[in-house]
């Protein structure tokens, strides 16, 4: 299936995002541009790898197609964040007749891209050098469900990974089965799953052949990037995986592990969960040694300043709180349905094992867990979403024993 079609059924009608993953293609974007956009202006967002080519190539191109492309080059520099750069740029009546916003660049500036075109409700698509993240079809305001066009410059892409992809298709894996020991705890739990996750997240494999380098591989992954961006969208929280990238990502403690160690990390997890019998387990205990919120709030703040984090991460941690009486009935829940839980678990568990081979071995040929990557997953946990696996083998006192005993 399509993805336009896709999102179409499961997302919304006015859904319709062209995708495309090519070599070559910034030698005619322009044209793309043409066939999605009518005339009328069009901002161009870049970052400094493309500035060259945005200077001397898209806005000539732009313009003899008769679009009136309003430039912006968005610089990086301590305390200027790039919605401002855009912002500025959108000044002295720019935003008169703009049909469009195109990133040139990263997810990070696509995401600060879709939020101005929320804010002003027009559409928007971009250029990637790197794959699309789990954001990538986020909603770009109330007309557009998500972005008119998502571009993969595979040369850049290909580039950047050093003409091999094994990490990216790694890194994807481990995130699909991540996600779905999420979904397992969602069954134990009897709640919904949204409406075309799993069928999104079957097309989410990154492919499995006997070349990395190949521009055909560079091309499926993509594809399956993309659509585990829809899963994401569907879905409509981050996973315990996302979590956990995310909060390294915005720490300023934590180095960026490969794949295969948060492949490892949750193995060992899983492995020490499923020789827990469901009768061991006490979800009255358990919800009892939740704490009040401001109390919780007070400890929350030291981890958040001891990695470095902002306070922002409260509120998400406000948004996830449960009071003890509400965990001990999701708690009980889980345990009830036990058995069929780790049914699911295990099935993961065996994937995580062999995900983790590639994870560096000591002398003694184990896998050594970095005690800074323990504190990775550990602190998450206290912002994870709140029926996330994560979340609830946290609350259940099963993470932190499974990392150090």
């Not at 030698?27 to 200077?55: N, T």
């Not at 899963?231 to 990238?245: A, C, I, K, N, W």
């Not at 009071?323 to 568990?349: E, G, I």
Request: include cysteine.
């Amino acid at each position: 299936m399509q993805i336009s079609d896709f999102l179409q059924k499961y997302l919304s009608p006015k859904a319709v995002p062209y995708v495309a993953f090519e070599t070559g293609i910034s030698a005619h974007l322009d044209a793309y541009l043409q066939q999605i956009w009518p005339e009328g202006r069009i901002v161009v967002v870049s970052e400094m790898e493309y500035r060259e080519y945005a200077e001397q190539k898209l806005l000539p191109a732009l313009t003899a197609h008769g679009y009136e492309p309003v430039y912006c080059l968005c610089v990086q520099s301590a305390g200027v964040t790039r919605r401002s750069q855009i912002e500025e740029a959108l000044g002295d009546g720019a935003l008169e007749r703009v049909v469009g916003l195109i990133s040139l660049g990263g997810s990070a500036l696509f995401a600060s891209v879709r939020e101005e075109a929320s804010l002003l409700n027009v559409a928007a698509a971009a250029l990637l050098s790197q794959f699309p993240d789990t954001h990538a079809l986020d909603s770009c305001g109330e007309s557009h469900p998500c972005a008119d066009a998502v571009f993969c410059d595979l040369d850049q892409i290909m580039h950047a990974c050093h003409g091999d992809c094994r990490e990216a298709i790694q890194c994807l894996e481990v995130d699909n089965y991540a996600l779905r020991a999420d979904i397992a705890v969602l069954k134990a739990l009897n709640a919904r799953i949204p409406e075309g996750v799993m069928e999104a997240l079957k097309e989410a494999q990154p492919p499995r052949q006997a070349s990395s380098s190949t521009s055909e591989c560079f091309v499926e992954l993509c594809d399956a990037y993309i659509w585990r961006a829809a899963v994401s969208r569907l879905y409509g929280e981050p996973s315990s995986f996302d979590t956990v990238l995310g909060y390294a990502r915005t720490g300023q403690e934590f180095p960026a592990y490969p794949a295969a160690y948060h492949a490892r990390l949750m193995a060992q997890v899983f492995d020490s969960v499923l020789e827990v019998e469901g009768l061991e387990l006490s979800p009255e205990d358990c919800a009892a040694h939740q704490p009040p919120k401001e109390i919780l709030r007070r400890t929350l703040q030291q981890i958040l300043l001891q990695d470095g984090q902002s306070f922002d991460y409260l509120a998400v941690a406000d948004e996830n709180y449960e009071d003890r009486n509400t965990l001990r009935v999701v708690l009980n829940a889980l345990v009830l349905n036990w058995d069929a839980f780790c049914s699911h678990l295990r099935a993961v568990a065996d994937m995580m094992h062999v995900l983790a081979g590639s994870a560096d071995l000591d002398e003694d040929g184990e896998t050594e867990l970095d005690a800074t990557l323990k504190s990775l997953w550990l602190h998450a946990a206290r912002f994870a979403p709140k029926h996330s696996f994560l979340k609830i083998l946290n609350a259940l006192g099963l993470v932190e024993p499974a990392l150090y005993i």
